[in-house]
Structures are given as C-alpha cells and as structure tokens.
C-alpha cells in the first residue's frame, strides 16, 4: 500500500471524478481499465506500455483500447514521449482537459 495517493490536486476533483465515472461506465471493460489508468497518472500521462503493464493487458489488446479512447476524444496525445523497457520512444497519453505536468519526458 502506498504512503500517499499519487492523484495530484485538482480543486474540481469531485465533479471530474463524477464526469470521468460516468464515461467509465459507457466503456467496455478493457477500454475502462485503460482509461483508468491514464486517468490516475493524471499530468504525467501514460504510454501504451506502461498501462499494458499496469492493466495487465497484453499489447494486443492494450493498442486498440488507446486507439478506440483516442478517437473518442477521451485520451490526447501529450506531446511528450518516454521510452519503453526496449528503449523506443512511445508517445505519452493524457486524459482531455489534463494540465500537463512539466519534466519526466
């Protein structure tokens, strides 16, 4: 259990946590956990790999989810890449409105 909860501060947290409980719910289950995810790394994002590993998903599965968020408008792509366990550079995907987080690229 973690010592402290890495959801950064947000003074709408309540009304962004109904509204993303609510797009959650229209989702299927895969699609949910991911959004999930990059919902949690908040400002710092998410890259398909990291939420493969955190949703224990295999990429096959993990991909689609990012491309079907993407194209809903759900999940943007940042700007900012960060390299994989193989050392490729993947792109790092926020949920909409996101205020991004400076460093850690």
């Known amino acids: 259990m973690p010592l402290f909860d890495p959801t950064p ?6 009304k962004l946590d109904e509204a993303a409980a609510r797009i959650a719910a229209s989702l299927g289950p ?3 956990s991911v959004f999930e995810y990059v919902r949690r790394c908040g400002p710092l994002g998410a ?3 990291e939420a493969e ?3 224990n998903l295999r ?6 989810r990012f ?7 759900l999940i943007v792509d ?9 050392g490729r550079r993947a792109v790092v995907y926020v949920v ?5 987080a400076r460093g850690r690229r």
């Open 30 to 32: 895969r699609a949910r």
């Open 96 to 100: 909409r409105g996101t205020k991004l």
């Open 9 to 14: 501060y947000h003074p709408n947290a309540s």
């Open 78 to 86: 940042s700007g900012k890449k960060r390299s994989t366990q193989t």
């Open 53 to 55: 590993i955190a949703c």
């Open 67 to 73: 491309v079907e968020l993407a194209a809903a408008g």
């Open 47 to 49: 890259t398909c790999a």
């Open 59 to 64: 990429n096959q599965q993990c991909s689609p």
